[in-house]
């Protein structure tokens, strides 16, 4: 079994920064892609930004230039590190892992539980 643990969310101002972390447990023997998620609350979930395996990344347009990814292979985590946030940035946001890897099978899609980011005055 895969768990993906996020941290690092929590409530900042417009024009400031956050980090997101999120780490992947379990017998795991590589990771294709990773990335973040969110979901506004009324809206449905869609891409911020993934990364593969060799490093390859894809934004938003609504982040581009502001959001950077980037990820651990050895530790098998990704990060997001937020800056110039906006208040449309709220959102629960998610990890997700895609063609994960173990001992004893492939994992296709594998969400996190989700951390909250508000970004307000």
């Known amino acids: 079994q895969v768990q993906l643990v996020e941290s690092g969310g929590g409530l900042v101002q417009p024009g400031g920064s956050l980090r997101l972390s999120c780490a992947a447990s379990?017998?795991?023997?590589?990771?294709?892609?990773m990335g973040w998620y969110r979901q506004a609350p009324g809206k449905e979930r869609e891409l911020v930004a993934v990364i593969t395996s060799g490093g390859t990344t894809n934004y938003a347009d609504s982040v581009k230039g502001r959001f950077t990814i980037s990820r651990d292979n050895a530790k098998n985590a990704v990060y997001l590190q937020m800056n110039s946030l906006k208040p449309e940035d709220t959102a629960v946001y998610y990890c997700?892992?895609?063609?994960?890897?173990?001992?004893?099978?492939?994992?296709?899609?594998?969400w996190g539980q989700g951390t909250q980011v508000t970004v307000s005055s």
């Open positions: 997700n892992a895609r063609g994960v890897v173990t001992g004893t099978r492939v994992y296709p899609i594998n």
């Open positions: 379990g017998s795991i023997f590589s990771i294709n892609t």
